[in-house]
T-cell receptor, first 112, second 111 residues
Framework: DAGVIQSPRHEVTEMGQEVTLRCKPI?????LFWYRQTMMRGLELLIY????????DSGMPEDRFSAKMPNASFSTLKIQPSEPRDSAVYFC??????????FGPGTRLTVL | SQELEQSPQSLIVQEGKNLTINCTSS?????LYWYKQKYGEGLIFLMM?????EEKSHEKITAKLDEKKQQSSLHITASQPSHAGIYLC???????????FGKGTRLSVIA
């Protein structure tokens, strides 16, 4: 198994541009999570899906952030328009009930 | 809401020394997870604890969950440079909800 796959690994963009982060969860996992990690705030949950349905998006900081999961093997996190304060490492994770949560390698986003 | 406090925030130890990292929850836990993260990389799963009083070991790392299931400790014996990184504890309150994480403990091991 390839584990949770994220792309791109690094993204540098200018303020105001649209950013799309991608995630492929582990096959068979029915829950998918998007986290953001910063030095100041640590690892924060943004949104999670169960069986492709968004369950809780209360962690999404603003309307500029949106996430989709069109099928069981793919999810996107989009920021439009991006701002410098969005710079962080974004992690995708997946799991099934009562099983350990696996994390992807993360996408390091820098917004200039 | 669930809150996790980790201590210490950072730790510098000499190679060969033992160390302990603590994680305290504001609520009773269904499960407690320990992960390790190296700079620029993802989180690597270390251990999951679910039963009060449970203790698990992996190589030189031992983690324990207290009887009340609100506090966990991670102990490293005879630390090595390869143990350096950020250790994060994650709380699971029901078995089917996202993990909530502490701020992490940054460990440095010096020769």
């Amino acid at each position: 198994d390839a584990g949770v796959i994220q792309s791109p690994r690094h993204e540098v963009t200018e303020m105001g541009q649209e950013v799309t982060l991608r995630c492929k969860p582990i096959s068979g996992h029915n829950s998918l999570f998007w986290y953001r990690q910063t030095m100041m705030r640590g690892l924060e949950l943004l949104i999670y899906f169960n069986n492709n349905v968004p369950i809780d998006d209360s962690g999404m900081p603003e309307d500029r952030f949106s996430a989709k999961m069109p099928n069981a093997s793919f999810s996107t996190l989009k920021i439009q328009p991006s701002e410098p304060r969005d710079s962080a490492v974004y992690f995708c994770a997946s799991r099934t009930t009562s099983v350990k949560q696996f994390f992807g390698p993360g996408t390091r986003l820098t917004v200039l | 809401s669930q809150e996790l406090e980790q201590s210490p925030q950072s730790l510098i130890v000499q190679e060969g020394k033992n160390l302990t990292i603590n994680c305290t929850s504001s609520k009773t836990l269904y499960g407690l997870y320990w992960y390790k993260q190296k700079y620029g990389e993802g989180l690597i799963f270390l251990m999951m604890l679910q039963k009060g009083g449970e203790e698990k070991s992996h190589e030189k790392i031992t983690a324990k969950l207290d009887e009340k299931k609100q506090q966990s400790s991670l102990h490293i014996t005879a630390s090595q440079p390869s143990h350096a990184g950020i250790y994060l504890c994650g709380a699971d309150t029901s078995g089917n909800t996202p993990l909530v994480f502490g701020k992490g403990t940054r460990l440095s091991v010096i020769a």
